[in-house]
């Protein structure tokens, strides 16, 4: 990364490792065209099997905007991990929230049928058994943490700001798709066309589909040998060196979401609206469809959600 771009650069580290094994890198503040400008005519022609009803529900990606980022950041090159979580639990005694309000987390269930008629999502849950440490299937320390809520990644942040005092935090959504495109103005920091995600991306793809053969038509045409999460790290990284910026789990960010919020946010560092009742998060996961896996794409939960689908990545702020 050239230093040319970068603030104080002779004595900022391009890159440090944390005390939980995080490693950060550091992202050069830009301008970045924020949002979809795609037409409904393209997206059709690069997502046939949607619906025209689907490609409108997209309506808050527009309108597609300027925006920049006025100060360099950090930004963790991986997913937060299973090993780091737990790391984090221990030396903390921090109870995540699915164990706190006693109704746990969601997880795979291969026979679970909430219609009683057919397979339906295999997504059994809200229950006890599931956690961070049990989302129905195997995870090892590398893979990507799930089930945790937006209150357990504050949690993590705040205790590695006291601990390390350095400011950790989630990503802006300004920050977050500026991390993520890299530099690229396309669908995908890795292009326009869908097929492209399967060198960069852990997503909905023939070996999920298996699971899941009702939804097909919708995957990505290739096999990555993932069925669930991957370990952090596997698929080639966008230009900033960040991995896993489409797919493997969705990943919480600071913003409260606002349908209209684009129509008025502020050009610089835009911090979204000032409250709400659903936390966005970005970037899809191994169970997306490349529709919903997209740099300009917007997803959202409440803060207390804990989904077998949905994680953690990490900004730490430059001095």
Not at 102 to 111: D, R, S, V
Not at 223 to 232: H, L, Q, Y
């Amino acid at each position: 990364m050239a230093c040319i771009a970068l603030a104080g650069c002779a004595s900022t580290p391009t890159a440090t490792t944390n005390s939980l094994g995080m490693q950060m890198v550091l992202l050069p503040a830009g301008e970045f065209t924020m949002g979809n400008a795609a037409s409904i005519e393209t997206m059709s022609a690069l997502y046939p099997a949607y619906e025209p009803r689907r490609l409108a529900d997209l309506a808050d990606e527009t309108p597609a905007h300027r925006v920049r980022i006025t100060r360099p950041f950090y930004m963790a090159k991986h997913e937060v991990t299973v090993g780091q979580f737990r790391q984090f639990v221990e030396a903390s005694a921090h109870v995540p929230e699915s164990i706190v309000d006693g109704t746990g987390g969601y997880g795979y269930n291969a026979a679970y049928d909430p219609a009683t008629t057919k397979r339906g999502d295999a997504f059994e849950g809200r229950h006890p058994r599931y956690s961070w440490q049990n989302p129905g299937f195997a995870q090892s320390d590398a893979h990507p943490v799930v089930n945790v809520t937006w209150h357990d990644a504050v949690a993590l942040a705040r205790w590695l700001s006291a601990t390390e005092g350095r400011r950790y935090r989630l990503p802006t959504e300004a920050e977050w798709e500026y991390a993520c495109r890299a530099g690229t103005s396309t669908q995908y920091h890795s292009g326009d066309a869908p097929a492209s995600l399967s060198a960069v991306a852990n997503v909905f793809d023939t070996d999920a589909a298996a699971n899941w053969p009702d939804w097909q038509a919708f995957a990505l045409p290739t096999a990555d040998g993932f069925a669930f999460t991957a370990p952090v790290g596997q698929f080639a990284p966008n230009a900033f060196g960040l991995h896993d910026m489409h797919g493997n789990v969705w990943e919480w960010t600071a913003d409260w979401h606002g349908a209209t919020y684009y129509a008025h946010s502020p050009q610089d560092d835009p911090q979204g609206p000032d409250a709400g009742r659903v936390k966005v998060r970005r970037g899809g996961s191994w169970h997306t469809w490349p529709l919903y896996a997209r740099c300009a794409y917007r997803n959202w939960n409440t803060p207390v959600t804990r989904y077998t689908l949905v994680g953690i990545r990490l900004v730490m702020e430059a001095d």
